[in-house]
């Protein structure tokens, strides 16, 4: 017996409410202990500082990392069920350690919370992505649902993890986030309770479409995910660079309806949190109503790349209004924020989103964890970058923030189209309907009888690989100039090597694709 559609709309809507609400715990564990991690090691471990930091990090980007071999296992070997249990519970354990302070040691613990992020993450998204089924903009609200609720928690959980250790001490701090790893294992069982009883195939192995694997979904899936290295490595600049830029080179003071306020760097800091918050539910407004989009999701991306380079191109101009000593008026970090709050919600969401639509069903949860895996290689990048602070110009340093942007956006606009086919052809595909009529409606060039790849490859061969070879000449040349300063043939040293492992990467997917359509 088919339920009705109606039904279908509620069982999604409910069963995304309950995702939410286990991703919103999770997140709220997560920032209890991140910020609170440093001072918890160097006074229950003995660590330095340094140690503690560079302990830190390395458990941030395991984390991430691990979703390829946590990817793996739960697409060959656990299924999502199990594999996204298993990891809540794992969670759960590791702060409970913590808390306890003797029940594990420190560094066992460390490693339960690698392995329990590591499959957690990929699984979560993927249990997301098929209880929205196959309508690609149910798909979109549902992440960005997700995404609304994971800063939720972020930001509860950094309110209560200062609160509970200043009031009530480390046990109260890991064992709050304990509780909140359990309740997310409780509500994650719940949740699948609730999509099995509604016919949803959570651990479902169907094999890939025949047609949607021939034409290069892997290669769009590996683009994306190599793009979205520059996304985590501008993000990163929120807590990096641009919060240096504001305790040291931004006006304290502002004057507000005849009022004087202050903005503190941590205030300001804050300010692009509360921004992604409050440009979330009017984004989702939008979305619901735009029944007939003008803009891909693919397109999407590509503007959120493009606010991305507009936000580093304002603190160009403000570093160059206030020079590196100077001072310049709040004004125009709080304008980088907005831009950068704006790029992050087109981003973050739509992109998992699209990767979770190319990806082959037996490997959704590995392709979740490649996207994550970028933000170890960026936030890596972010690091390197951030030790040329001093040593730049800050203009120099924002305008190669700006320019990579620009640069990531390139091999996303050259192959829209392509993308935008592949989605329509694997919705087809999903919904059980012909690839020929699916790719007729998406490209009515196809009616003459000609090759959908071929229509998607525009431009032309020879444009495209200008495109590709243009940043690479431009930051070549001015690298290789003697004549030049060594601040900026040091940035175009950065911007050429970027240029290259971006364009690498385009590079191999479209040699994919061709030895596709040949074959």
């Known amino acids: ?21 286990v991703q919103s715990c999770e997140r709220f564990a997560f920032l209890a202990m991140l910020p609170m991690f440093v001072p918890y090691a160097q006074d229950r471990q003995a660590l330095p500082t340094p140690t503690a930091l560079m302990v830190l990090a390395v458990v941030q980007a395991l984390s991430y990392l691990g979703g390829l071999p946590g990817g793996w296992l739960t697409d060959r070997r656990l299924g999502v069920r199990l594999a996204t ?71 509860a959980g950094a309110l209560y993890g200062e609160w509970a250790h200043a009031a009530r001490g480390w046990a109260t701090l890991f064992g709050g986030a304990a509780m909140a790893s359990l309740l997310s294992a409780g509500l994650l069982r719940l949740s699948l ?18 047609a949607a694997s021939r034409h ?19 993000a990163q600049q929120a807590g990096s660079s641009l919060a240096v830029f504001a305790a040291v080179n931004t006006e304290q003071q502002i004057t507000l309806l005849s009022h004087s306020l202050r903005l503190g760097p941590g205030v300001l800091a804050s300010l692009h ?23 891909s999701t693919a397109g999407m991306l590509v503007w959120g790349y493009v606010a991305t380079a ?25 304008g980088s924020y907005a831009l950068l709050s704006l790029a992050e919600v087109l981003l973050a969401p739509l992109g998992v989103s699209l990767v979770t639509r190319l990806a082959p069903r037996h490997r959704a949860a590995q392709s979740v964890g490649l996207w994550f895996a970028g933000s170890a290689v960026g936030n890596g ?15 120099s340093y924002f305008a190669a923030l700006a320019a990579v942007s620009l640069a990531a956006a390139v091999p996303l606009l050259s192959r829209r189209r392509h993308l935008d086919w592949l989605t329509a052809l694997t919705v087809s595909a999903a919904s059980s309907t012909t690839v020929e009529k ?9 009616n003459a009888g000609l090759d959908p790849i071929a229509v998607a490859a525009q431009p032309p061969y020879c444009t495209r690989m200008l495109l590709v070879a243009l940043p690479i000449l431009l930051s070549g040349s001015l690298m290789a100039n003697t004549a030049l300063p060594l601040p900026v043939r040091g940035v175009s040293a950065i911007v050429c090597g970027l240029a290259v492992l971006l364009c690498g990467p385009y590079l191999i997917s479209y040699t994919l694709v061709a030895w596709a359509r040949r074959n």
């Open 216 to 234: 290069g979904n892997m290669a769009a899936v590996w683009l994306l995910c190599s793009v979205a290295v520059v996304f985590w490595l501008t």
């Open 193 to 210: 309770s609730h999509l099995q009883s509604h016919g949803s195939d959570a651990d479902g192995t169907h094999p890939p479409s025949a």
């Open 273 to 295: 949190g509360l921004m992604v918050i409050a440009l979330l539910p009017a984004f989702l407004y939008l979305h619901g109503r735009s029944h007939s989009r003008s803009s």
């Open 381 to 395: 990048l972010a690091a390197v970058l951030g030790l040329c602070w001093d040593r730049w110009p800050h203009h």
């Open 310 to 334: 507009a936000a580093f191109a304002l603190m160009t101009g403000a570093s160059l209004r206030g020079g590196d000593a100077g001072r310049v008026s709040s004004a125009w970090l709080i």
């Open 438 to 446: 699916e790719a007729q409606t998406e490209n009515p060039a196809t």
């Open 85 to 155: 249990t298993l990891g809540a519970l794992l969670l759960a354990l590791s702060y409970a350690a913590l808390a306890l302070d003797r029940a594990l040691p420190f560094w066992p613990a460390l490693g339960l919370m690698v392995v329990g992020h590591s499959l957690f993450r990929p699984g979560l998204h993927v249990l997301i992505a098929r209880a929205m089924g196959d309508d690609e903009q149910a798909r979109e609200r549902g992440f960005l649902w997700h995404y609304l609720a994971a800063n939720i928690g972020y930001s």
């Open 1 to 21: 017996m088919m339920s009705s559609p109606v039904s279908s709309s509620a069982s999604r809507q409910w069963s995304l409410v309950l995702l939410c609400a």
